[in-house]
């Protein structure tokens, strides 16, 4: 499975960014997608998924100002960012896996390149 990410930039806090993410190389239906981040300094952490049967995970720090989505006939996964924060400022990935995707990034098999999204104050 490749992974292609793209939709990052930079955005003033308070605003919103959407981040997309392409699965290509197998049908991604049945695997769990989602997203992590990695600020400078900081290790990789868990920001949201989407599991294959419909249910959906947030990191408490980006619950009720991210949503995650999916598109299985696109074999795509979204990433709608309202109110960013400062603290959102990161290198965005998209995961993949054909097993349940936790709050570790040793539980993603699949990653896609990264993207920047960049909050200023």
């Known amino acids: 499975v490749q992974l292609q990410a793209s939709g990052g930039g930079l955005v003033e806090a308070g605003g919103s960014l959407g981040l997309s993410c392409a699965a290509s190389?197998?049908?991604?239906?049945?695997?769990?997608m989602g997203w992590f981040r990695q600020a400078p300094g900081k290790e990789r952490e868990f920001v949201s998924v989407?599991?294959?049967?419909?249910?959906?995970d947030y990191a408490d720090i980006v619950k009720g100002r991210f949503t995650i989505a999916r598109d299985n006939a696109k074999n795509a996964v979204y990433l709608q960012m309202d109110s960013l924060l400062l603290e959102d400022t990161a290198v965005y990935y998209c995961?993949?896996?054909?097993?349940?995707?936790?709050?570790?990034?040793?539980?993603?098999?699949?990653w896609g390149q990264g993207t920047l999204v960049t909050v200023s104050s």
């Open positions: 190389g197998r049908a991604s239906s049945n695997y769990d």
């Open positions: 995961a993949a896996s054909p097993f349940r995707i936790g709050t570790s990034a040793t539980t993603v098999h699949y």
């Open positions: 989407s599991r294959w049967w419909g249910g959906t």
